[in-house]
């Protein structure tokens, strides 16, 4: 019999296993190694290092207004997610309602739903109600998208929360929000920040809904690369996105230090 | 205990941002997508048809494209499967310190933004790109292959894409897989392979469902990663829908579509969870 944490997996899968890793990261190294390159097509050996590409980026006033645009976004809709999204899944945990089974599939529903259907849903509407191309609308049409993933994470967080303490505190004589905010909230705290993270990276990332509802001078970072990529190949897209690859992974280690990120996944 | 009154305080925001940024906007569409467009003249006022539906199912152009979204679907989450399950497995059942890192490795390259990622696979897939050029200094080859705008590079991107989700479904799903039971069927003489055919596979069937339901319906709805690996001419099911929205103005027909690719998410999603309500009757 095989103790516990032993490595029972055999040479060929474990093999295979490490070979499938390389394949994720293939596409990262690439993009790292294009943004160093003197040449805008890839050889291996690169031909020359540079790091001219990255300045060429960060003195170019579209990427600028982009980056602005894409972390106002991200920033907005994160924060009003993690208001209207905690208050709703703890509203949903404590059943206060009936039929909160159907109400959570509901909110979780534009998780399911095709991103390019609620984008020309949002074009069309925003078309007939003025909306089209103002900051407000782009905002929540964010949430939208975001709010889903606070809901879930939060609910996870909470299903391991003891209702019976939060109870045993307003029987000591905590009022119902002192009880909240010194019982269950830092009980749900891995929870929010995961969902905050969650949403802030899906904002970020977003391109099928905000591609049809941004203006023309008004555009985020990865619809800029989107369109940039259209055009063609150039050096500067890949410097722009490893400084994305460069948020990204300290985003993600710092997350996984402070709530153990993959339990939320 | 807190009452109604206050849970539907609490909840009032979230289905009022939902309900008129989400629902209500979809809802407006459905008439668009009864409406009748001509080219230059754009939609006719008080005219109802139901062509934009019928043309889906009758044109050979719209059908060729939605052959390709489901057959890229299928194609897709299989080859998720295969590469996705012995990755799984290593991290479910290998060396408990490798565990976080792997994981770290699987959700990386998933949570970076994926206009990047598919950045990387056209530096990699285009005629002048890396594998290319590559393979023409090695003299294996004297002219470039044609790995994108076709099924090829898009079977790569999007694989790519999806295999972090299907990923970390079949790790939950090893990960319940009771080790006692491998044991027990080890000691009773079972052979390594054995084991893994008669009793992990068939006990991790929830996962590997749920999985496949999941990268089966991302891969219908994608649109960034078929629009840069599939060029403005290798179209699928929602480069189609952008291209009917911002380019021909057709909004009828782009609405029309629009349900038809949401219906058909649905009722996949409908389909496989009452086929996995029967199963779990029987057992």
Known sequence: MSAAGENSVGFGVTTAALAIIVFLQIPVVVVVLAAFSTTSYLTIPPQGLTLAWFGKVLSDPNYLSAI????????????????????????????????????????MAPLIFPAVVIGVALLQFYSMTGLRGSLPGLLMAHVVITAPYVVRSVLASLAGVNLATEEAARV???SGIEAFRLITLPLIRPGLVAGALFAFITSLDNVPVTIFLISANQTTLPVLIFTSVEMGVDPSVAAISTLLIIVTGFVLLLAERRVGLHRFI | MIRPRHGLMLLAPIALALGGF?????????????????????????????????????????????????????????????LGYPLAYLIARGPERWRTPLILLVIFPMMLNLVVRSFGWIALLANRGLINNL???????????????????????????????????????????????????????STRLHVFVSVTLPLSAPGILA?????????????????????????????????????????????????SLTFLAIGVIWFSSSVIKRWAGIA
Not at chain 1, 79 to 103: H, M, N, Q, V
Not at chain 2, 45 to 51: D, L
Not at chain 2, 159 to 186: K, Q
């Open chain 1, 68 to 107: 602005r645009m894409s972390f106002f976004l991200a920033l907005g809709s994160t924060a009003i997610s993690l208001g209207i999204g905690a208050a709703a899944a703890y509203a949903l945990f404590r059943k206060t309602l009936p039929g909160s089974e159907a109400i959570t599939s509901l909110l």
């Open chain 1, 172 to 174: 000591l004589g905590a």
């Open chain 2, 22 to 82: 989400f629902l209500l906007p979809v809802a407006t569409m459905l008439p668009t997508s009864f409406q009748e467009y001509t080219p230059g003249a754009g939609l006719t006022p008080g005219v109802w048809t139901f062509e934009n539906y019928t043309r889906i199912v009758t044109d050979g152009y719209y059908r060729e494209v939605i052959w390709r979204t489901l057959g890229l679907g299928f194609a897709v989450t299989f080859a998720c499967l295969l």
């Open chain 2, 135 to 189: 393979l023409i200094d090695l003299g294996l080859i004297a002219a470039p292959l044609k790995l994108m705008f076709n099924l090829t590079g898009l079977m790569i991107g999007l694989t790519h894409i999806y295999l972090p989700f299907m990923v970390l479904m079949l790790v939950a799903a090893i990960g319940n897989v009771p080790r006692d039971v491998e044991s027990a069927a080890a000691t009773l003489g």
């Open chain 2, 211 to 259: 999985g496949s339901i999941l990268v089966f319906i991302l891969t219908i709805s994608a649109l960034v990663t078929p629009r840069m690996l599939g060029g403005p001419t290798y179209k699928v099911m929602a480069t189609l829908i952008y291209d009917e929205y911002m380019q021909t103005l057709d909004w009828p027909s782009g609405s029309a579509l629009s349900f």
